[in-house]
């Protein structure tokens, strides 16, 4: 498949531990998005990866928070120390740039869940 | 910044048309995307506009209106399983072409 992959699908921790999220986005797509998403509300924002340029992580909710990624592939969202709150579902998202509509396509996402 | 704004909920019946609005302010515009997201699952590109006018695709229809800010997303001949929510997002010509996500519009469509 072609699409993008999501890593793990379900993760289940303890209040207090450190979680790593991935993202394999559709290859030669050098933008890339994660998305925290709450049940029954909208995609929050946390951070953009646009190729060379720096992260715009203005959506990082704190600095438990942290995301890197290698060149124009791989991406590895951090969470330190989690809460209860940090329970949610999140999503990556690659999209192309260029002419045209450069649509995000978005990976299953990983559920969080915080005990 | 961008700042866009949908209506929470709508409910519709089965047939009829609907029509989902968006509203945003943007420091830069480059375009505006409607998603379609189904309970459960990862949201899905339905369509785009850079250009004033009406795009038609199939069922689906979005209409953008540059200098008032506005689009709206047209559903016709409903089905039970348009019953999802729609995202409306917006790129800016500014800070890499980064878009951004309304809340979105949860539509219920009963027989």
């Known amino acids: 498949g072609a699409g993008v992959s999501q890593s793990p699908s379900n993760k289940v921790t303890e209040k207090g531990k450190d979680v790593e999220l991935r993202c394999d986005p559709i290859s030669g797509h050098t933008a890339l998005y994660w998305y925290r998403q709450r049940l029954g509300q909208g995609l929050e924002f946390l951070i953009y990866?646009?190729?060379?340029?720096?992260?715009?992580k203005s959506g990082l909710p704190s600095d438990r928070f942290s995301a890197e990624r290698t060149g124009e592939s791989v991406s590895t969202l951090t969470i330190q120390r989690t809460q209860q709150e940090d329970s949610a579902v999140y999503l990556c998202?690659?999209?192309?740039?260029?002419?045209?509509?450069?649509?995000?396509?978005f990976g299953p996402g990983t559920r969080l869940t915080v005990l | 910044g961008q700042n866009i704004d949908q209506p929470t909920e709508m409910t519709a019946t089965e047939g009829a048309i609907v029509q989902i609005n968006c509203t945003y302010q943007?420091?830069?515009?480059?375009?505006l995307f409607w998603y379609q997201q189904h309970a459960g699952e990862a949201p899905t590109f339905l369509s785009y506009?850079?250009?004033?006018g009406l795009e038609e695709k199939g069922r689906f229809s979005s209409f953008l209106s540059r200098s008032k800010g506005y689009s709206y997303l047209l559903l016709k001949e409903l089905q039970m399983k348009d019953s999802a929510s729609y995202l409306c997002a917006v790129r800016s010509n500014t800070n890499a072409g980064k878009s951004t996500f309304g809340d979105g519009t949860t539509l219920t469509v009963k027989p």
């Open positions: 943007t420091s830069g515009f480059n375009g």
């Open positions: 506009n850079v250009l004033d």
């Open positions: 990866f646009q190729g060379n340029s720096a992260p715009d």
């Open positions: 998202a690659s999209s192309f740039t260029g002419g045209g509509p450069n649509e995000q396509f």
